[in-house]
């Protein structure tokens, strides 16, 4: 199974967080048990997120369908 520093860093490196990632990375969260280690990398990519460093495939969906239905 990926930890979820395994799937931080690949999302850290790409700038890109796929939704098959976010979805994992959320079942992690609520299924296993983890260390300091992930949960800080965890912060580190919310940090990243919000500073605008990684794009969120699930945000360009949802501001795709917001056009696409305003349009």
């Known amino acids: 199974m ?3 520093r395994e ?3 690949q999302t850290l490196e790409t700038g890109y967080l796929p ?3 976010e979805d994992q990375l959320r079942r992690l969260l609520q299924q296993t048990k ?3 280690e992930d949960l800080n990398a965890f912060i580190k ?3 990243a997120a919000m500073e605008g460093q990684i794009r969120q495939e ?3 969906a949802d ?3 917001y056009l ?3 349009s």
């Open 7 to 9: 799937i931080v860093g």
């Open 2 to 4: 990926t930890s979820i």
């Open 34 to 36: 983890y260390g300091w």
């Open 45 to 47: 990519l919310q940090q």
């Open 68 to 70: 696409l239905v305003n």
């Open 19 to 21: 939704l098959e990632a």
């Open 63 to 65: 501001e795709l369908h």
């Open 58 to 60: 699930s945000r360009e």
